[in-house]
């Protein structure tokens, strides 16, 4: 039987397949960084145990010294958390885990706005059940949905959060040469959301619409770019530098309970001393070393952060309030104080972990 002649399209294809481009490299896992998620997560929580002291004696020293000082004292040291949320969220988008595309975009946003939804109308049945509710339900339900609301006060971060993500990551997509339209569409219903509400308010009377709260300010997006800065940077602060440090982030939680107790309460997230105390921790936290083998709990507490964020003041509500009092002395109201935070971490990691495992992420952070 004769051989066949190979055709020219068969000797043609290459029998390879052609070299490609190196590889992008793999996005390293920075356990400082869930170190610091961690501890703006307890301190989340602290701000708002402590708080129930201050608001016990209504912020004033002569209604109870002793809850007056230990709530300050609490909620001025961990002050920082806010801050340090905005400054991981800038990290995220415009250094550890810069957007490929509009879709991956639209992922991560929705991945955070259905949890913030859910949580707020599960505050709000939840004071209706309590019949805690100063206005009705159906109300604060559609508010929800514009802006933060007093069942759920902790939530105003996230309507602040969101779009300050979304805007670092339009800018990053537009400067890496992609035309994200629908997020540019959606900020721009952000940024005119409010006069949008106010001009139908002027125009038809009608003056029941939702407040509108998707908004952020000039600080929280210094926060943010800032983090992005101090968190990328490539090496720890040298070991001469850090007693510094320390020294200047004592005087700066000094100085905002200073401020917390004898100028106003409670003190600005932008005042230079909440700033100051933010930036020292970042750089102390900085490519902190994390010992192997605490790193596999750390990250799954990271993961359960927000969810923690978002369930913990159910437990404050329901377990801290009732048990602090304006007549509790110093010594009575520091073990309350650190006793009940105990118990609020556990239980909102505990929940958070809990729903986790069966699946719920998604939709309850």
């Not at 400067?175 to 006069?195: C, I, M, Q």
């Not at 600080?219 to 990328?232: D, N, R």
């Not at 700033?275 to 994390?290: A, F, K």
Request: glycine content about 8%; charged content about 15%.
């Amino acid at each position: 039987m004769p051989h066949s002649t190979p055709t020219t399209a068969t000797l043609s294809t290459p029998t390879t397949s052609p070299p490609r481009g190196p590889a992008p490299p793999a996005r390293e896992h920075r356990h400082d960084v869930d170190l610091m998620r961690v501890i703006g997560s307890v301190a989340v929580i602290l701000v708002h145990t402590a708080s129930s002291f201050i608001h016990a004696v209504d912020d004033q020293e002569a209604n109870g010294a002793g809850a007056f000082w230990v709530g300050h004292v609490g909620e001025s040291f961990s002050r920082f958390a806010v801050p340090l949320f905005f400054a991981m969220a800038g990290w995220v988008v415009l250094v550890g885990a810069p957007p490929r595309d509009e879709r991956k975009m639209w992922t991560r946003i929705i991945r955070n706005t259905v949890p913030v939804f859910v949580w707020s109308l599960a505050y709000v049945t939840w004071a209706w059940l309590r019949d805690r509710n100063d206005d009705p339900a159906v109300d604060l339900a559609a508010q929800s949905f514009f802006g933060d609301i007093r069942p759920a006060y902790h939530l105003w971060f996230m309507y602040a959060y969101i779009p300050i993500v979304a805007v670092l990551a339009f800018a990053v997509l537009v400067r890496a040469g992609k035309h994200p339209w629908g997020l540019g569409l959606a900020l721009l219903g952000v940024a005119a959301g409010p006069t949008v509400f106010s001009t139908v308010t002027d125009v038809t009377g009608f003056d029941e619409l939702p407040e509108f709260g998707w908004s952020f300010g000039t600080y929280q997006v210094i926060y943010a770019v800032g983090g992005a800065l101090l968190i990328g940077l490539p090496h720890r602060v040298p070991a001469r530098w850090r007693w510094g440090l320390l020294v200047v982030l004592a005087a700066a939680l000094a100085g905002t309970l200073w401020y917390s107790t004898q100028v106003h309460y409670p003190i600005p997230y932008a005042h230079l001393f909440v700033g100051v105390s933010t930036v020292c921790l970042i750089l102390l936290l900085n490519r902190v070393r994390v010992p192997e083998r605490w790193r596999p709990a750390l990250s799954r507490l990271a993961g359960a952060s927000l969810g923690a964020y978002l369930v913990h003041v159910f437990f404050v509500e329901e377990l801290v309030d009732p048990l602090v009092s304006a007549d509790m002395s110093g010594f009575a109201a520091a073990w309350t104080m650190l006793g009940m935070l105990a118990v609020t971490v556990a239980l909102s990691y505990g929940a958070s972990l809990l729903w986790e495992r069966l699946g719920l992420r998604r939709w309850l952070g």
